[in-house]
């Protein structure tokens, strides 16, 4: 992994640790998936027109791709409405990286050295830790009311994300490289990723729909900018470099994340958490020292 490449996937962990809270920060949750969705299709309608269209070998990979990423958007805003963002969206991202290095291994064939596999592993642990450090404490999620224990029905939505983080990655890391054009790869996914949400959203809110669209749609519209830009730049690097070291640093975004959490949503972050951060740039180190 380059500097450049490794520059590329930090930017990309800021940008979707920033859309990610501005999904959040909406309380109706099909509002945001919406707005984040259908912007993005927008976005990467008028890419694809001057991008060149990916070679036939990377559709399937592409159609797989969207429907995964369908699901992964549906768990994540369910996820998003049960736990607080800074619980929530560390255990998404922070199971991830340790099953893309598996899948990469048995599907991709791709192996790592010994640094990367270190790396990878401490990175690992350090996300983990970030995600489960207070899971046995209270938190109020949506409602505000303090609990005594984690809502598991949180916790195994984002569970869930996570292996859907897992599956994507792998799928579109194989799809864009055989692609020939990543940039035209990134397009058609939005594209094709963006289109059922929205449907969705239109069958059930029917005329109510563009009333509650309305009052969010710029936040909305930059929201969808972000989350183009952060996985364009993710499948970017996965042209130039093995899956499981881009996946493990592009989950640095739950530092971004907690940090976030307790900024602006008012969550604690603590010092067992900082300590956690600290295991993450232990392993982002070590992955680098590899080249």
Same mark, same amino acid.
């Given at each position: =992994?380059?500097?450049?490449?490794?520059?590329?996937?930090?930017?990309?962990?800021?940008?979707?640790?920033?859309?990610?809270?501005?999904?959040?920060?909406?309380?109706?949750?099909?509002?945001?998936?919406?707005?984040?969705?259908?912007?993005?299709?927008?976005?990467?309608?008028?890419?694809?027109?001057?991008?060149?269209?990916?070679?036939?070998?990377?559709?399937?990979?592409?159609?797989?791709?969207?429907?995964?990423?369908?699901?992964?958007?549906?768990?994540?805003?369910?996820?998003?409405?049960?736990?607080?963002?800074?619980?929530?969206?560390?255990?998404? !991202?922070?199971?991830?990286?340790?099953?893309?290095?598996?899948?990469?291994?048995?599907?991709?064939?791709?192996?790592?050295?010994?640094?990367?596999?270190?790396?990878?592993?401490?990175?690992?642990?350090?996300?983990?830790? @970030?995600?489960?450090?207070?899971?046995?404490?209270?938190?109020?999620?949506?409602?505000?009311?303090?609990?005594?224990?984690?809502?598991?029905?949180?916790?195994?939505?984002?569970?869930?994300?996570?292996?859907?983080?897992?599956?994507?990655?792998?799928?579109?890391?194989?799809?864009?490289?055989?692609?020939?054009?990543?940039?035209?790869?990134?397009?058609?996914?939005?594209?094709?990723?963006?289109?059922?949400?929205?449907?969705?959203?239109?069958?059930?809110?029917?005329?109510?729909?563009?009333?509650?669209?309305?009052?969010?749609? @710029?936040?909305?519209?930059?929201?969808?900018?972000?989350? =183009?830009?952060?996985?364009?730049?993710?499948?970017?690097?996965?042209? !130039?470099?093995?899956?499981?070291?881009?996946?493990?640093?592009?989950?640095?975004?739950?530092?971004?994340?907690?940090?976030?959490?307790?900024?602006?949503?008012?969550?604690?972050?603590?010092?067992?958490?900082?300590?956690?951060?600290?295991?993450?740039?232990?392993?982002?180190?070590?992955?680098?020292?590899?080249?």
């Amino acid at each position: =992994m380059t500097p450049l490449v490794a520059v590329a996937v930090l930017v990309s962990a800021l940008t979707h640790a920033s859309w990610n809270a501005i999904a959040h920060s909406m309380k109706d949750q099909l509002v945001a998936c919406t707005l984040i969705a259908g912007g993005a299709t927008v976005l990467g309608a008028v890419v694809a027109c001057f991008a060149p269209l990916p070679d036939a070998a990377a559709w399937p990979y592409l159609i797989v791709s969207a429907l995964l990423h369908v699901g992964y958007l549906l768990l994540l805003m369910r996820s998003f409405s049960l736990g607080d963002f800074g619980q929530m969206y560390p255990i998404a !991202r922070g199971t991830a990286p340790l099953v893309v290095t598996v899948l990469a291994a048995v599907f991709v064939g791709e192996s790592l050295d010994v640094w990367q596999a270190t790396g990878v592993a401490v990175a690992s642990a350090g996300l983990l830790g @970030l995600a489960l450090w207070g899971i046995r404490g209270s938190y109020g999620g949506r409602t505000g009311v303090p609990r005594t224990g984690p809502d598991w029905s949180a916790v195994l939505a984002a569970l869930a994300t996570g292996l859907s983080i897992a599956l994507y990655t792998v799928v579109d890391g194989v799809g864009v490289r055989n692609a020939g054009s990543p940039i035209g790869y990134i397009a058609w996914l939005m594209v094709l990723e963006g289109l059922l949400i929205p449907a969705y959203a239109v069958y059930t809110r029917r005329a109510l729909l563009l009333t509650q669209l309305r009052p969010h749609a @710029l936040l909305g519209l930059l929201g969808a900018a972000l989350s =183009m830009l952060a996985y364009g730049l993710v499948l970017w690097a996965q042209t !130039r470099a093995p899956l499981a070291p881009v996946a493990a640093l592009r989950e640095s975004s739950i530092i971004v994340g907690a940090a976030i959490g307790t900024v602006f949503f008012k969550e604690r972050f603590g010092t067992p958490r900082i300590a956690a951060a600290g295991l993450m740039v232990v392993g982002i180190g070590l992955m680098l020292l590899a080249d």
